[in-house]
């Protein structure tokens, strides 16, 4: 669930795999797809939408990535999947171009306040292109 910058809108991925935005604080939900495209998000958790296209392999199932987490910056993307595949990307991601790391089954991932590293729950913290520590048993 992200809330747009100005908290007009608030936009959520349904079970059924689609992004849908609504106004806040009606509750009506926005369909004009030229609407939603101007909208700047405050945060961006979804794993849906065109921003993100490039976050799915060509043969992903839907329910394949799991958790998705731009940057405060608002310049990368850092996604986890049930493969453990963390990947780093650029946001918007079109299309594809991808840093990959490995660990287990991710299910959630952020960025820190600090904005130089992101955080992959529950087994590690990564810098852009290292791994900075591993916590085998300790959810960050």
Request: aromatic share 12%; glycine share 6%; hydrophobic share 40%.
């Amino acid at each position: 669930m992200d809330f747009s910058a100005d908290s007009s809108y608030l936009q959520v991925s349904t079970g059924s795999y689609k992004r849908q935005v609504y106004e806040v604080p009606s509750g009506k939900q926005l369909v004009d797809q030229a609407v939603i495209d101007r909208i700047t998000w405050a945060t961006w958790t979804s794993v849906l939408g065109d921003e993100v296209i490039g976050i799915w392999s060509r043969h992903a199932e839907k329910a394949d990535v799991n958790c998705a987490c731009v940057s405060h910056s608002g310049i990368n993307l850092v996604t986890g999947d049930d493969f453990g595949m963390v990947k780093l990307f650029d946001f918007p991601c079109p299309e594809k171009f991808v840093s990959t790391l490995f660990s287990m089954t991710v299910t959630k991932s952020t960025f820190s306040i600090t904005k130089s590293t992101f955080n992959i729950m529950p087994l590690c913290c990564f810098s852009r292109g290292s791994v900075i520590e591993i916590f085998p048993s300790l959810n960050l």
